[in-house]
């Protein structure tokens, strides 16, 4: 299954095989056109990072070591963010993502490495694998030389970004359950649900108000050694090329002939089919404006499990309360499956999320067919190359119908000690979590309170001095998933709910976002508030934590809360009216 492990394999550590071919065709196509035209091969000044170096190149000869592996190469981007099926070929992977507040926005599509299931190697927890060797980003190797980073247009390097080569997905909440089996529980998500992580072709990166840059991907292991020379020896040629040729459809006159038109004077259509994904993600920001032709409206939503719900609930209490048991804390979960006269729009369930979750991590991963999409409050952990952070959020209460009612429900929910014991075990676990891995104290915030739309939350953000030489990837593994998602003790509430629970999660609850291996930082939230969009079928999932004093009833209703973000954009992009 996805693991830490293929994770770094992904990125260009470890040799994978699976890759794909299109920005290969791309720049063979350029290098053919400059032999054509006798165009010259030998100029320019270009920064180029190896591991964690950064070396001045003036010509082709100081570069030429640099033989296979994964080239990125990030230019400035003039314009705004670009609709997305321009870019997208059928069956490509795609990945949308958003921090709250908007000032770091993602969209990658395409994949140079992509995994969807490997076996785990290494040392397991919690069902991801960590390498027995992790690999050691202050001092690069052999293998962490198989990534090249270039940065043109005078471009400087920002560690704390997503720029360069970046890797993006999903990892599963439970990595040793598989929900690939056809007659199994969660078969809905097949190999999907067992993690997703990508090395994209093209790669924006900037904010909700404007993109600052565009990373174009390519694998040398595929291209000649002439070839490679040429990329070396003129980068924005070949970065043009790939820009240009993603943009051209297979049906358009242009297809195939090299075309030297700058990128924003080129027009091209839209990629035609893959309509199983929306085109993967579409016109995904902003408006769709494309006319509406379904004539069936009618959304349906089916509860799953509420004749089982009591029983689960207090199934998970019987243990919390047996002396035999360590058990404190477990999350359940539930799901609720919405049916749609057409195709689901993935481009405006997104949008919907924009405008109205506004606060959490937006994010939409598609493996070309399927989409995993949702809008959560949750932050699992961000890594600097100076800290390590994340923040706790458990104990839930609906928001007010007024100011005045609000405010009261907020006082209730800041004193009630069944939430602030609940959040409690999430603030023990994070904070020594992050402290195993920090140089100093660890901060934390005092317990406040989170407000979205329909649900708030208490909340504490958590911060340590990250402590050189250990890997972003160990931390995030050590973290997932926290008591917020399965419970206290992890493991064993791990082991209960593979038992109990009636359906497999697949990438619900999992930690979903992106990761930088050359400088070794990233941000990953945790994938809540989330659904599984295939086709005209959705399926939305929500849990909560079971403590001995929770009520089944009111645990029910909050889930209820939960799914109500997910359910509203998923009907809003259906043309349901929704109040």
């Known amino acids: 299954m996805c693991s830490l492990a293929s994770a770094l394999a992904l990125a260009g550590y470890v040799h994978e095989d699976g890759t794909t071919a299109l920005p290969v065709r791309a720049v063979r196509r350029y290098v053919s056109a400059r032999a054509r035209n006798g165009m010259n091969t030998g100029e320019g000044r270009r920064r180029v990072w190896k591991g964690r170096e950064r070396v001045q190149e003036s010509t082709t000869s100081q570069v030429e070591p640099f033989t296979a592996g994964l080239l990125s190469i990030t230019g400035r981007w003039d314009g705004s963010w670009p609709e997305a099926e321009a870019y997208v070929e059928a069956g490509d992977p795609a990945m949308f993502w958003q921090n709250p507040g908007g000032d770091v926005r993602i969209l990658g599509v395409g994949a140079q490495r992509r995994e969807a299931r490997i076996p785990d190697e290494g040392r397991v927890h919690g069902g991801r694998a960590i390498p027995r060797r992790p690999v050691d980003t202050q001092e690069p190797t052999a293998q962490s030389q198989r990534t090249c980073e270039l940065f043109l247009d005078g471009l400087e390097d920002d560690p704390t970004r997503p720029m360069g080569l970046v890797g993006l997905g999903s990892f599963p909440f439970d990595?040793?359950?598989?929900?690939?089996?056809?007659?199994?529980?969660?078969?809905?998500?097949?190999?999907?649900?067992?993690?997703?992580?990508?090395?994209?072709?093209?790669?924006?990166?900037?904010?909700?108000?404007?993109?600052?840059?565009?990373?174009?991907?390519?694998?040398?292991?595929?291209?000649?050694?002439?070839?490679?020379?040429?990329?070396?020896?003129?980068?924005?040629?070949?970065?043009?090329?790939?820009?240009?040729?993603?943009?051209?459809?297979?049906?358009?006159?242009?297809?195939?002939?090299?075309?030297?038109?700058?990128?924003?004077?080129?027009?091209?259509?839209?990629?035609?089919?893959?309509?199983?994904?929306?085109?993967?993600?579409?016109?995904?920001?902003?408006?769709?404006?494309?006319?509406?032709?379904?004539?069936?409206?009618?959304?349906?939503?089916?509860?799953?499990?509420?004749?089982?719900?009591?029983?689960?609930?207090?199934?998970?209490?019987?243990?919390?309360?047996?002396?035999?048991?360590?058990?404190?804390?477990?999350?359940?979960?539930?799901?609720?499956?919405?049916?749609?006269?057409s195709a689901i729009s993935i481009p405006r369930v997104v949008s919907g999320l924009l405008r109205g979750q506004s606060d959490t991590y937006v994010f939409c991963l598609s493996d070309g067919r399927r989409a995993f999409v949702g809008a959560t409050p949750e932050r699992l952990l961000l890594a600097t190359p100076s800290i390590f952070a994340s923040a706790c959020i458990a104990g839930s209460a609906p928001r007010g119908e007024d100011d005045e009612a609000d405010a009261r429900i907020e006082q209730q929910l800041r004193h009630s000690s069944k939430n602030i014991g609940e959040h409690q075990f999430v603030v023990d676990f994070i904070k020594g979590v992050i402290a195993q891995f920090s140089a100093g104290s660890v901060r934390a915030s005092e317990r406040d309170v989170l407000k979205n739309r329909d649900i708030q939350h208490l909340a504490v953000r958590i911060e340590g001095e990250r402590r050189p030489g250990i890997p972003f990837l160990q931390v995030l593994d050590a973290l997932h998933p926290t008591p917020a998602l399965a419970g206290a003790p992890q493991q064993e509430a791990l082991a209960w709910l593979r038992t109990h629970e009636h359906e497999t999660r697949g990438l619900f609850g999992g930690p979903v976002g992106w990761w930088r291996p050359q400088k070794d930082v990233g941000e990953y939230a945790v994938g809540i508030r989330s659904a599984l969009v295939d086709g005209t079928d959705a399926r939305a999932y929500a849990g909560c934590g079971i403590v001995p004093e929770s009520d089944p009833a009111e645990e029910w209703n909050e889930t209820a809360i939960k799914l109500r973000p997910i359910i509203r954009a998923l009907k809003e992009a259906c043309g349901e009216a929704v109040g």
């Open 175 to 341: 990595g040793t359950v598989d929900s690939s089996q056809p007659d199994g529980a969660g078969a809905e998500w097949g190999d999907f649900g067992n993690g997703f992580f990508f090395v994209p072709s093209v790669c924006w990166q900037g904010s909700a108000q404007a993109v600052h840059t565009v990373t174009v991907t390519i694998n040398m292991c595929e291209l000649t050694e002439s070839e490679r020379r040429d990329v070396l020896a003129n980068p924005r040629a070949a970065w043009s090329s790939v820009l240009v040729h993603r943009r051209e459809s297979p049906g358009s006159a242009g297809h195939g002939q090299h075309d030297e038109t700058p990128l924003k004077e080129t027009r091209a259509p839209l990629l035609t089919g893959h309509e199983s994904a929306n085109r993967s993600l579409g016109r995904i920001l902003g408006s769709d404006n494309r006319q509406d032709t379904r004539t069936d409206r009618t959304v349906s939503v089916t509860v799953h499990s509420q004749d089982r719900w009591p029983d689960l609930v207090r199934g998970a209490q019987q243990m919390e309360r047996s002396s035999a048991s360590p058990l404190q804390k477990i999350v359940v979960a539930r799901s609720v499956q919405i049916h749609a006269g």
